[in-house]
């Protein structure tokens, strides 16, 4: 990147998200009228709570019950695989070696299990056991002890939403982000929840929500992170598991020597440039020892990784084989088409809403030539299957006979395998279409692909965003042995880079705390030219969010919740967007469009009269701002694509004429 000069700034009012004159207010109630939840200490992991663990996992009984499975499939993960290894005679369990039964009794189970001395014997004897299962013991107690905490703290969410929110647990399930938000904002006037501001924005409880996760999604956009890498046979591939993630959050976030002292506060040395090389060696060297850590660990991670993988997909391949075959949105992909200030489940619908488009534009692919390997290989193994069966129908004892079973199950497996490979007969080619539908979703495509939809080189691409199922448990399976080596070798040159980008892109917003800067959506300070901010916008290259990250995440943000009032700059550029695209699309003034509702309307309508109507209501508001998103982000990315075509002309044109010039000059 290159060098910029801003340092680290506290927010300015014309842009602090707080009303006027109250920039600096510290509110003081009266100890005899405080409420239980008058300021609440830690807001952003209050606010986490309310929207991830109670809102998403349907109420305190869901995520008990969640929490508590999680522990014994830990230990049962744990227990078997010991059991498997040490407690099974596997001779006798495979016929090899015969046990004292007379020739009519057949053997069972209990007949291959060893003896419990002999078990513990073994397991005793065994170094490693002992070393696996000291490492799980103290892992799972670490577990156990943040199960009892989560519990403490979800029983007060759960008090706050039916004694402050006045909601129901029953209720929960149907309502939405909006409506809780909504009373949340209400409450802030009756409680003082936040004492360092009179009300608080939606804004305010999304930048609380989402401080370390809009650090994240503007690192990915700004390329910051290594997760890309050219291969030599391979090409540009895209690695971000789950375990690396993990290690970025421990290193900048939360974890021991990270750069914020706390969950709202970025430490005071990273906001000052005087000592930003030595800072830069701080870090560096502790990517180092952390990347180590990742290496010793590597061993016990790796066969965690491998068993319960083991343990979680292989009843689902045997149910449906064809699931490796079928595709997800992968973690980057995840990451790269998230909006500033999204919440999980607010990017998880509307990737949903993509998938089967998605689906479909990859299948137009399906290579000719695998599909006729397909089908001869599909009809070969299902004569073979058919007359297996067939004799298995005619005479069960056919079973018994040694690697019947197990042909009957490859042969399954390989005709559903083959099956995937087939297209649908009725199925019309037609990417460049799909390509649109999808992009009305994800909000989010390099304009390269646009007309393009055809070329390998676009679906290579967008396997990157949308990749196998198999492909996704693969590189977790890679991970704990590829994680510390991008910390070591990749993560760590970047280190400078890294405390430059904390320090310019990060500002203090009063009553929230130090934020992303690009989580204002601010378009005077980080939008692009080529995405109607031409003329808006002060914002260097270096601060310009790339793909038109800002002016999408805004009009996001904006269309997903109406009562927030951005400031005057903003909301002219929302303004002036709606009435381009309204009249493109109709060309009618936007005050007589039939759809349209104003703040009263929307406020009268949400206060419907049944529990029934304003969960209606809700839905129908849903999906209403989900079409009017897409709306604007095909308008948006066309107007970006003839930008840059015509930037792209201008260019051609000038070096033409600067050729035929010289060619004149050179000819006199």
């Not at 909006?339 to 607010?346: M, R, S, T, W």
């Not at 910390?487 to 760590?492: A, D, Q, S, V």
């Not at 700059?569 to 303004?575: K, L």
């Given at each position: 990147?290159a060098?910029?000069d801003t340092?680290?700034q506290?927010?300015?009012?014309s842009?602090?998200?707080s009303p006027?004159?109250?920039?600096?207010?510290?509110m003081?109630?009266?100890e005899?009228?405080?409420?239980?939840w008058h300021h609440?200490?830690n807001?952003?992991?209050?606010f986490q709570?309310?929207?991830?663990?109670?809102?998403?996992?349907?109420?305190f009984t869901?995520m008990?019950?969640?929490?508590?499975?999680?522990l014994?499939?830990?230990l049962f993960v744990?227990?078997f695989?010991v059991f498997l290894a040490?407690c099974?005679?596997?001779?006798?369990l495979?016929?090899?070696?015969?046990?004292n039964?007379t020739?009519?009794s057949?053997?069972?189970?209990?007949?291959?299990?060893?003896?419990?001395d002999?078990?513990?014997s073994?397991i005793?004897?065994?170094?490693?056991?002992?070393f696996?299962?000291m490492?799980?013991?103290v892992?799972?107690l670490h577990r156990?002890?943040k199960f009892?905490?989560?519990?403490?703290?979800y029983?007060e969410?759960r008090?706050f939403?039916?004694?402050?929110?006045?909601m129901?647990?029953?209720?929960?399930?149907?309502a939405t982000w909006q409506e809780?938000?909504?009373r949340?904002v209400e409450?802030?006037k009756e409680?003082q929840?936040?004492i360092h501001k009179?009300?608080l924005?939606?804004l305010?409880?999304?930048?609380?929500?989402?401080?370390?996760?809009?650090?994240?999604?503007?690192m990915v956009?700004?390329?910051l992170?290594?997760v890309r890498?050219?291969l030599?046979?391979?090409g540009?591939?895209?690695f971000?598991?789950?375990?690396?993630?993990?290690?970025?959050?421990?290193i900048?976030?939360?974890?021991p020597?990270?750069l914020?002292?706390?969950?709202w506060s970025?430490?005071?040395?990273?906001k000052?440039?005087g000592?930003?090389?030595?800072?830069?060696?701080?870090?560096?060297?502790r990517?180092?020892?952390?990347?180590?850590?990742?290496l010793?660990?590597?061993p016990?991670?790796?066969?965690?990784?491998?068993?319960y993988?083991?343990f979680?997909y292989?009843e689902?391949?045997?149910?449906e084989?064809?699931?490796?075959g079928?595709?997800?949105?992968?973690?980057y992909g995840?990451?790269y088409?998230r909006?500033?200030?999204?919440?999980?489940?607010?990017l998880?619908?509307?990737?949903?809403?993509g998938?089967?488009?998605?689906?479909k534009?990859?299948n137009?692919?399906l290579?000719?030539?695998?599909t006729v390997?397909?089908?001869?290989?599909?009809f070969f193994?299902?004569?073979?299957l058919?007359?297996l069966?067939?004799?298995t129908?005619?005479?069960e004892d056919v079973?018994?006979v040694?690697?019947v079973l197990s042909?009957?199950?490859?042969?399954?497996?390989?005709?559903?395998?083959?099956?995937s490979f087939?297209?649908d007969k009725h199925?019309?080619?037609?990417?460049?279409?799909?390509?649109?539908?999808?992009?009305a979703?994800?909000?989010?495509?390099?304009d390269?692909?646009?007309g393009?939809?055809?070329?390998?080189?676009t679906?290579?691409?967008?396997?990157?965003l949308f990749?196998?199922?198999?492909v996704f448990?693969l590189?977790?399976?890679l991970?704990?042995?590829?994680?510390?080596?991008i910390?070591?070798?990749?993560?760590?040159?970047k280190s400078l880079?890294?405390?430059?980008?904390f320090?310019?892109?990060?500002?203090e917003v009063?009553g929230?705390?130090?934020?992303?800067?690009f989580?204002?959506?601010?378009?005077?300070?980080h939008?692009h030219?080529a995405w109607?901010s031409e003329?808006?916008?002060?914002?260097?290259?270096?601060q310009?969010?790339?793909?038109?990250?800002?002016?999408?995440s805004?009009?996001?943000?904006?269309?997903?919740n109406?009562?927030w009032?951005p400031?005057q700059?903003?909301?002219?550029?929302?303004?002036q967007?709606k009435?381009r695209?309204h009249?493109?699309a109709?060309?009618v003034p936007?005050d007589?469009?039939?759809?349209?509702?104003?703040e009263t309307?929307?406020r009268t309508?949400?206060s419907g009269s049944?529990?029934?109507?304003?969960?209606?209501?809700?839905?129908?508001l849903s999906?209403y701002?989900?079409?009017?998103?897409?709306?604007?982000?095909?308008?948006?990315?066309e107007?970006?694509?003839y930008e840059h075509k015509c930037?792209?002309?201008s260019v051609?044109?000038y070096e033409?004429?600067?050729?035929?010039?010289?060619?004149?000059?050179?000819?006199?």
């Open positions: 990147m060098h910029f340092e680290y506290r927010l300015e009012a842009y602090s998200d006027p004159g109250e920039e600096n207010l510290l003081h109630v009266p005899g009228v405080k409420s239980q609440i200490e807001l952003d992991l209050f709570r309310i929207s991830f663990c109670m809102l998403l996992k349907n109420g869901c008990l019950l969640g929490e508590i499975f999680e014994v499939q830990l744990v227990c695989t040490n099974v005679d596997y001779d006798i495979f016929a090899n070696k015969f046990v039964h020739d009519s057949k053997v069972t189970l209990p007949d291959a299990f060893i003896p419990m002999v078990c513990s073994r005793r004897d065994n170094a490693f056991v002992i696996v299962l490492i799980s013991g892992f799972w156990l002890i009892i905490y989560n519990v403490c703290c029983w969410i008090s939403y039916i004694n402050a929110l006045k129901t647990m029953s209720e929960l399930p149907y809780v938000q909504a949340i409450i802030q409680h929840i936040c009179k009300e924005t939606e305010d409880i999304y930048h609380r929500i989402l401080r370390f996760k809009n650090y994240m999604v503007a956009n700004k390329s992170l290594p890498f050219r030599p046979i391979l540009e591939c895209v971000y598991t789950r375990g690396l993630k993990y290690n970025f959050e421990l900048f976030f939360w974890g020597g990270s914020f002292e706390n969950e970025l430490k005071p040395e990273y000052r440039g000592n930003r090389l030595e800072l830069a060696d701080r870090l560096a060297s990517i180092l020892w952390i990347g180590i850590a990742n010793l660990l590597c016990v991670i790796l066969v965690w990784q491998i068993l993988a083991f979680s292989t689902v391949i045997k149910r084989p064809g699931s490796l079928a595709r997800c949105w992968s973690l995840r990451c088409l909006h500033f200030n999204e919440l999980d489940h607010e998880m619908s509307r990737l949903s809403k998938y089967k488009a998605a689906s534009y990859m137009c692919f290579s000719p030539l695998l390997v397909a089908k001869n290989v599909a193994a299902g004569s073979l058919a007359v069966i067939a004799l129908i005619y005479d079973l018994a040694e690697h042909s009957i199950t490859l042969l399954g497996v390989c005709v559903t395998v083959c099956r087939i297209p199925m019309v080619f037609c990417p460049e279409q799909l390509l649109r539908v999808i992009l979703h994800i909000h989010y495509m390099p390269h692909w646009q393009n939809a055809h070329r390998y080189e679906r290579d691409q967008f396997s990157q990749q196998y199922k198999a448990i590189e977790e399976l991970s704990p042995v590829v994680t510390p080596i910390l070591i070798f990749c993560l760590r040159r880079e890294i405390i430059d980008f320090r310019h892109f990060t500002v009063v929230v705390g130090d934020t992303c800067s989580a204002q959506m601010d378009i005077r300070q939008g030219p109607m003329g808006k916008t002060e914002a260097s290259i270096y310009q969010a790339e793909d038109g990250k800002t002016e999408l805004l009009m996001h943000f904006a269309i997903t109406p009562q009032q400031p700059e903003t909301t002219h550029f929302i303004s967007l009435e695209v009249r493109e109709t060309g936007s007589t469009h039939p759809l349209s509702l104003s309307d929307a309508v949400s049944s529990a029934w109507e304003g969960q209606l209501t809700s839905l129908v999906e701002a989900s079409t009017e998103m897409s709306i604007h982000a095909l308008y948006m990315h107007v970006s694509s930037k792209k002309w051609v044109m033409y004429l600067h050729f035929g010039f010289s060619a004149l000059y050179l000819q006199q």
